[in-house]
Structures are given as C-alpha cells and as structure tokens.
C-alpha cells in the first residue's frame, strides 16, 4: 500500500513558477510509476506528467510540455512537478496519483491505485 501527501501549491502570478511536492510512504515506492494529475473546477481530472520507476522515462502532457517537469528521489520516496511560465488556465487541484504494473495507460487516471488529497495551484492574470 501506497499514502501520498502532496504540498507546495499556491497563489502566483501568470509566468511564475511553482514547485509541487509528493511525499510517499508505504511499501516499494520505486516500483510505482508516479503522476501528476489536476483538476479545474467543473471540469474532468485530466493528465499533466508521469515518471517511470527509475526517473528515466517522462511523458507530459501536450498542455504542459516544455515547461512542467516531473521528477522523483526513490532514496527519499518524493516526486515533484516543477512548473514553470504558469498561466492562469493551469489553475486547478493538483494531485500525485501511483500506478503500479506497466505503462499502459499512464494517462488515464482510472487505472491509477493511489491518490493523495490535492494541493491548489492558483494563477491570476
């Protein structure tokens, strides 16, 4: 079993940046791949990254490719989402969510096992 913490949300402005953290505990987290998933209200949890075990693999979404980046530190069983140039259309909840098995649909978030609360990003204009 898997717990999830995320932190590190907040207010900033259009073209800040932010660093959102997950801290895991539970069994063999270097064995899950590990994703970023948000949600905006009135609107579906949609994906933003995925990390493969080892941190060598990344796959992001179209929305945020070239300036989030995902990363993990297995030996500190964390992973984080450096998010850079935000606007204000990335305001949502951000939540870390761990797949455990392949990396068959790492994007949709119903093959996910664990999910943590939820950190808010908000970016005003």
């Known amino acids: 079993q898997v717990q999830l913490v995320e932190s590190g949300g907040g207010l900033v402005q259009a073209g800040g940046s932010l660093r959102l953290s997950c801290a895991a505990s539970g069994r063999t987290f270097s064995r899950y791949r590990m994703g970023w998933f948000r949600q905006a209200p009135g609107k579906e949890r949609e994906f933003v990254a995925v990390?493969?075990?080892?941190?060598?693999?990344?796959y992001y979404a179209d929305s945020v490719k070239g300036r989030f980046t995902i990363s993990r530190d297995n030996t500190k069983s964390t992973v984080s989402l450096q998010a850079n140039s935000l606007k204000p259309e990335d305001t949502a909840v951000y939540y870390c969510a761990a797949k455990s098995g392949g990396s068959y649909g790492a994007n949709n978030p119903r093959l996910y096992d664990y999910w943590g609360q939820g950190t808010q990003v908000t970016v005003s204009s």
């Open positions: 990390i493969s075990w080892s941190g060598g693999t990344t």
